[in-house]
């Protein structure tokens, strides 16, 4: 009974996290002499304390008094109904420096990597059903829409708030969070809306969120990887680090300590950076994925950002291809390694000719510009004037990069993609 009782108290606090009312200008009446350099507003009107605001969003008392000075350290005045800085600017960019926590222990003081403001690892938890009457995340940050939106602009903006979970939704909007609780979407495949900034990439959906979490600042673990960066044998590893049993190290798990030296160790000259030749005489860099095929014959090292259908437009191959010769990857491409090789091409291969480097989505109406950099998906009842609207463009324009939609919008499709910007 309780441990029961204790998970459903952690179930009440998350909930209770999810209705912060967060937003980048305060909604409710404020005090003036509220710091000018203010990134994010709660507005209480959850009856929240002011101890608990300022551990919600990790503000130590003297900050808080600080942004808001007309709240003491004691957290007195406070008032419900009103609006407070919880974060400001100078603080947001300070945790574009990477941090390290001290750990003490009964042997000489060592430091271990904790978060820093931009891991290299996100992990894509799906496609999700927005609830209206509780929201997946906590704050969306871009109610209006950001004409620039791409997945990677919205991880920074939540991690460097300090959240763990980054949602994209309608292309152009980016939600944060600490916590998420809600149902997968029936068709995972329905969160495609192109992003605003990078239409060769998906953002969400209409009511569909694409949530990502941050992981830690690590690469993948592999035995050769952990020999290689401290100049200790696998048989060194498996000796000081009982539990790494298997010749082939396969007991050594991601995301823990593994022993690389004891007292007494004299470590050697740093490993160099090695290259295999395969049985077609080129040469393969290292760090590959995992079961790449044997026959490649070209190579593209991953760099953040990228995405399958990034890397295929820029060498004139399909996705299929990609997770074909490279299957590590997996079908849907969510097990891209930042910093590893991947085979772009195999022998006999004859790779077709980039484009634009922008990869059109689908379906689109016919006659559609060549020159398309950026992407609407029109939905029920949308005319042409609320489009060009939205992306300041004109109609003149709007009619001639999509011909089909008719100069009185009449051949306008629903649920088809339409082009608003060019190259």
Not at 276 to 288: E, K, L, R, W
Request: proline fraction near 8%.
């Amino acid at each position: 009974m309780m441990k029961t009782s204790w998970l459903l108290s952690l179930v009440e606090l998350a909930l209770l996290a999810h209705k912060a009312s967060c937003t980048n200008t305060p909604l409710l009446p404020y005090d003036p002499e509220t710091t000018s350099d203010c990134a994010d507003w709660f507005n209480n009107e959850h009856d929240k304390t002011c101890e608990w605001v300022r551990d919600y969003f990790k503000a130590t008392p003297d900050e808080f008094s600080r942004w808001n000075p007309s709240v003491g350290l004691d957290c007195k005045p406070w008032y419900n109904w009103n609006s407070y800085c919880v974060i400001t600017w100078t603080k947001v960019n300070a945790t574009q420096t990477t941090t390290s926590t001290t750990i003490t222990t009964s042997s000489p003081t060592s430091t271990a990597p904790t978060l820093g403001p931009s891991p290299t690892a996100w992990t894509n938890m799906g496609c999700y059903v927005e609830d209206p009457e509780m929201p997946l995340l906590d704050i969306n940050f871009t109610p209006n829409g950001d004409p620039s939106l791409s997945v990677p602009k919205c991880w920074q903006n939540c991690y460097r708030r300090f959240y763990q979970y980054a949602g994209l939704q309608n292309g152009n909007q980016c939600w944060c969070g600490s916590y998420v609780g809600g149902e997968w979407a029936a068709n995972q495949t329905d969160c495609n809306l192109p992003c605003t900034g990078n239409p060769s990439t998906f953002c969400g959906g209409p009511g569909l969120l694409q949530i990502y979490k941050a992981e830690e600042n690590v690469p993948p673990a592999t035995a050769t990887g952990a020999a290689s960066a401290t100049t200790t044998t696998a048989s060194d590893a498996k000796n000081d680090s009982g539990a790494v049993k298997n010749p082939d190290c396969g007991g050594l798990w991601a995301n823990a300590y593994a022993c690389v030296s004891v007292v007494g160790h004299t470590p050697g000259n740093p490993l160099p950076a090695t290259t295999t030749t395969a049985g077609n005489s080129i040469a393969t860099p290292t760090p590959i994925q995992p079961n790449m095929v044997g026959n490649c014959d070209l190579f593209y090292k991953v760099k953040s950002g990228d995405t399958c259908a990034i890397v295929a437009s820029s060498n004139g191959i399909t996705v299929q291809q990609i997770t074909t010769w490279n299957p590590s990857v997996k079908s849907d491409c969510t097990a891209l390694w930042l910093d590893y090789y991947i085979c772009t091409s195999i022998v006999g291969h004859t790779p077709t000719t980039p484009g634009n480097g922008i990869q059109t989505p689908t379906p689109i109406q016919s006659g559609m510009t060549t020159s398309c950099k950026s992407f609407h998906f029109v939905t029920s009842g949308q005319t042409c004037q609320v489009i060009t609207t939205r992306y300041g463009i004109t109609q003149a324009d709007f009619f001639k990069w999509n011909p089909a939609v008719k100069a009185d919008c009449t051949g306008m499709w629903a649920n088809a993609y339409v082009c608003v910007a060019v190259l």
